[in-house]
Structure formats: structure tokens, C-alpha cells
T-cell receptor, first 114, second 113 residues
Framework: KAGVTQTPRYLIKTRGQQVTLSCSPI?????VSWYQQTPGQGLQFLFE???????NKGNFPGRFSGRQFSNSRSEMNVSTLELGDSALYLC?????????????FGSGTQLSVL | GESVGLHLPTLSVQEGDNSIINCAYS??????FIWYKQESGKGPQFIID?????DKRQGQRVTVLLNKTVKHLSLQIAATQPGDSAVYFC????????????FGTGTRLTIIP
């Protein structure tokens, strides 16, 4: 069974640009969560999607957005990139929402903003 | 606000020895805790979890201890192996129906051959 797949693996952008990251969950998983990981702030929750609906959202500005498709695949978008957006963006999937469901993480997309 | 913190940012252990990684949490309402392992270039990997109605839970070579009185969590790894070298995070879920995890800052464990 394939794990969580994130593309691209690495990305370099410049300030002001926008970026879209993609996540394919484990087959059969319907819940997808996104996290930002930086050396200074650690792992921070961005948002969670289930059945194409955003269930929860972390404390990030509106420049960060996401969506989920009917096949459970998810994308997140960051507009008007800032230097501080440089981070590892991790996607995690689970069978469904709820704390009983274990999260399985992908290897992440390393975004560098120059 | 609630936070999950770690006592030590780095830990070096001789191969074969046992290691203990500690974690403090501040939200007394937290009811579910998880330990994750993150190897270089990979995402966090689930190790073991524990609910607040338990004090101890054992897995394969790992044991998690929960002390609710002092809001402290620890991960014990027995007979450490080189493959145990990684960053270990504790995480909490304070709302049981919420998938939002609050992660600690992480401890880097290095196994010395």
C-alpha cells in the first residue's frame, strides 16, 4: 500500500509569488491535514479536510488556503509568498476525522522562498 | 495558552543502552498524547500513543509513561539501535474530536555505536 505522497519534493520561489503543493493520501483515507515545520516554530497545524470540507484551521493568515477533491487528494496554496514561509510542509492522512485515527505523514515539500 | 515542551533538545545514548525522552505539557485538559519519530528527510512516524486514563503503555522496545499530576510524558526506548537516531516529538490532542495536534519542539536522539 503506497504511503502519503507529496509533490513536489523541493520548490524554490521568490517573494510575492504563489505556490501550490499537492498531497495524495493513503488509499482509503479520507481525512487530510497539513502542517508547517520550521526550525524556529516546530510543527504547526495549518488545516484539516474531510469529505472536501475544511474541518479545522490553525492560526495562519489568509494567504494560506487549501482544498480537498472528491478523491481525497488535497492541495494547499500560499499566495504572496514571504521569506518566512520557507519551511517543510507536511501532509498527513487518516481514515477519518477524530483523534482515534492515527495520522500518517508524507515526506513533505521543502519550500524555499528567496 | 497550552503548549507542549521538551526538557532537552539533544540526547546521546550508547548503542544498546536505554534512552528516556521527556516531555512536559501545560494543558491539564489534554486527553490524548502521541509520540512521533522523524528521521532525516522524512515525515513524522507514529510510535505509540496513550490516553489520559492510562499511566503506562508498552510497545515493541518502547514504553510511554504519563504522569498527570505533574503533566509529564516520557518515552523510553529499550536497547537502542542506530536506527533509533532521529528527532522525537510528543504531541497532544486536547479536543478528542479534533485532529489538530499540538507538537512539542522535539528532541534529537543520537545513538553512539
Amino acid at each position: 500500500k503506497a504511503g502519503v505522497t507529496q509533490t513536489p519534493r523541493y520548490l524554490i520561489k521568490t517573494r510575492g509569488q504563489q505556490v501550490t503543493l499537492s498531497c495524495s493520501p493513503i488509499s482509503g483515507h479520507r481525512s487530510v491535514s497539513w502542517y508547517q515545520q520550521t526550525p524556529g516554530q516546530g510543527l504547526q497545524f495549518l488545516f484539516e479536510y474531510f469529505s472536501e470540507t475544511q474541518r479545522n484551521k490553525g492560526n495562519f493568515p489568509g494567504r494560506f488556503s487549501g482544498r480537498q477533491f472528491s478523491n481525497s487528494r488535497s492541495e494547499m496554496n500560499v499566495s504572496t509568498l514571504e521569506l518566512g514561509d520557507s519551511a517543510l510542509y507536511l501532509c498527513a492522512s487518516s481514515l477519518g476525522p477524530g483523534a482515534n485515527e492515527k495520522l500518517f505523514f508524507g515526506s513533505g515539500t521543502q519550500l524555499s522562498v528567496l | 495558552g497550552e503548549s507542549v515542551g521538551l526538557h532537552l533538545p539533544t540526547l546521546s545514548v550508547q548503542e544498546g543502552d536505554n534512552s528516556i525522552i521527556n516531555c512536559a505539557y501545560s494543558n491539564s485538559a489534554s486527553d490524548y498524547f502521541i509520540w512521533y519519530k522523524q528521521e532525516s528527510g522524512k515525515g513524522p512516524q507514529f510510535i505509540i500513543d496513550i490516553r489520559s486514563n492510562m499511566d503506562k503503555r508498552q510497545g515493541q522496545r518502547v514504553t510511554v509513561l504519563l504522569n498527570k499530576t505533574v503533566k509529564h510524558l516520557s518515552l523510553q526506548i529499550a536497547a537502542t539501535q542506530p536506527g533509533d537516531s532521529a528527532v522525537y516529538f510528543c504531541a497532544e490532542i486536547s479536543d478528542f474530536g479534533n485532529e489538530k495536534l499540538t507538537f512539542g519542539t522535539g528532541t534529537r536522539l543520537t545513538i553512539i555505536p
